[in-house]
């Protein structure tokens, strides 16, 4: 489809992250429309009805929502750079992966930064166990991808660049290159690649951010990622 | 050649591992099914397959073990592409199974479990949003006659489980989560999927998985589990 494709995202999200450096390798045309999640678009709400969330990415007349679902259509849809592997076993891995970030990872780190007491120590301990298993998948690899970055660097985008931030301002320190060199020296090299530094924000600009919503996170939970 | 090199672990009464039973049953693949005592008592080869999450259903292919139902299904579909077709071929189609595939599994199973687990003013609550979540999972169905079309597919193989599940769980708690008022289609869809013979015959008996339910909702409100 020669039509250019619109992803409705923001810069703040790691989830509109994947979607969007997923058309970036792709040397996809897009149109980036920034969403004010404060106050949601006519657009937004009638391409992802269901769970009124970004990313969506519009294709030709259809809506492609849920970022890692995105990034597989991206992959499947578009020519050029191979984002999942082309082994059956390697690509089924890759997807098991990447669930494990959204499901165990994520979930856990989050936690952790917005619980105090017992519960952040159970959390804490949690976040610890997801990030060691995911450290351990890099074996010796540049990227999780292998030489180039993949299917599963995307997932972990936010283990890249948004962990670090989130830590920071809620005052743990989880993520450091004493406890996780590899994970550390990978998140640089993320951070490193073209087509994802030209997705990122500032890093200011996201601290800041974050530290302004810090109270309202704490109370509901929630993520706040104008 | 690959064929004797399949074997399954899983558990009899676990709807997630007849998702890939079913799946390794359209392609007419031949395996080896080992049936694990979940959850206290795991043997070592599931935990050495599996040490990342530690569940079932696990299948290994040739030594290599692969995790998570759903994944487990694409898997299969992408290994033996001669015969059955389980996922469009069409990306958005395939986005659609995909997505839709999630909905079931984070809106509709975690809001049966609600209703099963809840009690008073807060049951009612989980009651209507599961209803209206299932109102939802209709539209993906609207008046085919399986979510594959005219054929079973990806999305019937990740959706019959709650087929088999609401019937069962409506009784125990006496509510009604899927009726002709709120998702007529899907309604009727249970009836055909869990008439498909493959299906039917696979399906643990149902007063056995009545009486577990009834025994694990028990331990939940005492605290068990």
Known sequence: MAETAKLLGTKGSPYSHRAEVALRLKEANFEFLHEDLAHKSDMLL??????????????????????????????EAFDGYAILPSDPYERAMARFWARYIDEKVIPAFWMSCWTDGEMQKGFIAQAKETLTTLEGQLKGKKFFGGDSIGFVDLAAGMVAFWFGILQEVAGINLLNEEDYPVLCRWADDYCSIEPVKESLLDRKLLVAHFASKKEKIFATKAPVYD | MAEKEVKLFGNWASTYTLRVEWALKLKGIEYEYVNEDIPFNKSEELLRLNP??????????????????????????????????????????????????????????????????????AQQKML???????????????????????????????????????????????VSMVDNENAPLLKEWFTRILDVDMIKTSLPPRDKMYELSKQRREQFFSGQI
Not at chain 2, 151 to 168: E, M, N, S
Request: glycine content about 6%; overall charge negative.
């Open chain 1, 46 to 75: 009638r391409y992802n009805p269901i769970h009124k969330k970004i990313p969506v990415l519009v294709h030709g007349e259809k809506s492609i929502v849920e970022s890692l679902i995105v990034v597989e259509y991206v992959d």
């Open chain 2, 52 to 121: 990342v999450t530690k569940k079932i259903p696990v299948l290994v292919h040739n030594g290599k073990p692969l995790a998570e139902s759903l994944v487990i299904i694409e898997y299969i579909d992408d290994t033996w592409t001669k015969g059955y077709s389980i996922m469009p071929k069409d990306p958005y189609d395939r986005a659609q199974a995909r997505f839709w595939a999630k909905f079931a599994d984070d809106k509709c199973m975690s809001a049966m479990y609600s209703v099963s687990t809840s009690s008073g003013e």
């Open chain 2, 128 to 174: 209507q949003e599961a209803r209206e979540a299932f109102q939802i999972l209709e539209q993906a169905l609207g008046s085919k006659k399986f979510f594959g079309g005219d054929q079973i597919g990806y999305l019937d193989l990740a959706i019959t489980l709650l087929a088999f599940w609401i019937p069962i769980l409506e009784e125990i708690v006496s």
